[in-house]
């Protein structure tokens, strides 16, 4: 088994666009997308103190879990390959093929098809498959744990400035709580956006609650973050011909990929919000990059 360490890559790029200069602002793009092909963004992020505790436990078996589409799984399946563990996928739904789970198995994992109610309760799932395998170890959907919070909050010590504001897209939450804390901790004063991906994104406050780690900077402030809930396209994995024109235009404009679940969700978003003046002349805005690429060949016939 390797020590789990894999280089941070993560450059700061700006991003032109002559509404960006009519309006007086700056935006930067933090390429966490680069840090590996697969295991992307804040996949590796999360999964990095994930996996060194299963190390410390003498785990060589990660499980966990996802959709047909998921970048966890992807990002699990290579990192578990890269740092000598086997891995399990237990996938929503009825049997499939498509590109990620091909890249999946490619990277030894095997899949296990779970219909849609049983999927629902993971511990359950985990103690009927895996009850007796002392080598196996829980992952759960996302990587969602205060492991990858911590991961996560390590962003904020590799920003090259002060930002005035700082955006991220969110599915489990655990990447924004993460980046919250790094913002309380060093006590920058950058304003934190979050852009849930799902219809009715409130809820994204409780989930961003339990990895939250109580900080005066964060108590103070009634405001610490802010959601806007109205970038959800209709919901998780949803689209309309709106942001898929927008996407386009802005992969061919930038030469940055970004898909239509997450990344580019949250870049529409700040255009849209730059577009209604909600920023101030002057504002320098940061979006995290948190990868998931290859889930453009998920939606190849929407494009
Ligand atoms: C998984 C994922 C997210 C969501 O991160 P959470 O920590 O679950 O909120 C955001 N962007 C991309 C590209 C992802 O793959």
Same mark, same amino acid.
């Given at each position: 088994?390797?020590?789990i +360490?894999? +280089?941070?890559?993560?450059?700061? $790029?700006?991003?032109?666009?002559?509404? =960006?200069?009519?309006?007086?602002?700056?935006?930067?793009?933090?390429?966490? %997308?680069?840090? $590996?092909?697969?295991?992307?963004?804040n996949?590796w992020?999360? =999964?990095?103190?994930? =996996?060194?505790?299963? /190390?410390?436990?003498?785990?060589?078996? @990660?499980v966990?879990?996802?959709?047909?589409?998921?970048?966890?799984?992807?990002?699990?399946?290579?990192?578990?390959?890269? #740092?000598?563990?086997?891995s399990?996928?237990?996938v929503? *739904? +009825?049997?499939?093929?498509?590109?990620?789970?091909?890249?999946?198995?490619?990277?030894?994992?095997?899949?296990?098809?779970?219909d849609?109610?049983?999927?629902? %309760?993971?511990?359950a799932?985990?103690?009927?498959?895996?009850?007796?395998d002392?080598?196996?170890?829980?992952? %759960?959907?996302?990587?969602?744990s205060?492991?990858?919070?911590? *991961?996560?909050?390590?962003?904020?010590?590799e920003?090259? /400035?002060?930002?005035?504001?700082?955006?991220?897209?969110?599915?489990t939450?655990?990447?924004?709580?993460?980046?919250?804390?790094?913002?309380a901790?060093? /006590?920058?004063?950058?304003? #934190?956006?979050?852009?849930?991906v799902?219809?009715?994104?409130?809820?994204?406050? %409780?989930?961003?609650?339990?990895?939250?780690?109580? $900080?005066?900077? @964060?108590?103070e402030?009634t405001?610490?973050?802010?959601? $806007?809930?109205?970038y959800?396209?209709?919901?998780?994995?949803?689209?309309?011909? /709106?942001?898929?024109?927008?996407?386009?235009a802005?992969?061919?404009?930038?030469?940055?990929?970004?898909?239509?679940?997450?990344?580019?969700? !949250?870049?529409?978003?700040?255009?849209? !919000?730059?577009r209604?003046?909600?920023?101030?002349?002057?504002?320098?805005? =940061?979006?995290?990059?948190?990868?998931?690429?290859w889930?453009?060949?998920?939606?190849?016939?929407?494009?």
């Amino acid at each position: 088994m390797q020590k789990i +360490e894999l +280089e941070i890559f993560s450059p700061v $790029h700006q991003i032109k666009h002559p509404l =960006l200069d009519e309006k007086g602002l700056k935006l930067f793009i933090k390429r966490d %997308d680069l840090i $590996h092909p697969l295991i992307s963004g804040n996949k590796w992020r999360k =999964l990095k103190y994930i =996996l060194a505790k299963a /190390q410390s436990e003498s785990k060589t078996h @990660l499980v966990t879990f996802g959709g047909a589409y998921s970048n966890h799984l992807l990002a699990t399946a290579a990192a578990a390959a890269k #740092f000598g563990f086997q891995s399990t996928g237990i996938v929503r *739904g +009825e049997e499939v093929n498509n590109d990620t789970l091909f890249m999946c198995r490619l990277h030894g994992m095997r899949l296990l098809f779970i219909d849609r109610d049983s999927y629902r %309760d993971k511990p359950a799932l985990f103690q009927k498959y895996f009850g007796n395998d002392a080598d196996a170890f829980f992952i %759960d959907e996302g990587g969602a744990s205060a492991e990858g919070a911590k *991961g996560c909050s390590e962003l904020v010590t590799e920003l090259p /400035q002060t930002y005035t504001h700082l955006f991220c897209a969110c599915g489990t939450g655990t990447t924004a709580a993460g980046i919250i804390n790094g913002i309380a901790a060093h /006590q920058l004063p950058t304003k #934190f956006h979050g852009i849930p991906v799902f219809k009715g994104g409130d809820f994204m406050r %409780d989930e961003i609650a339990k990895y939250l780690i109580p $900080h005066p900077s @964060l108590s103070e402030r009634t405001d610490s973050y802010h959601l $806007h809930t109205d970038y959800h396209f209709g919901g998780y994995g949803k689209t309309t011909p /709106q942001l898929i024109d927008f996407i386009k235009a802005f992969i061919a404009s930038t030469g940055i990929l970004i898909e239509p679940v997450y990344t580019g969700k !949250m870049l529409y978003a700040i255009f849209d !919000m730059a577009r209604n003046n909600y920023f101030n002349p002057g504002d320098e805005i =940061l979006v995290i990059h948190s990868g998931g690429i290859w889930g453009l060949l998920g939606m190849k016939e929407k494009f």
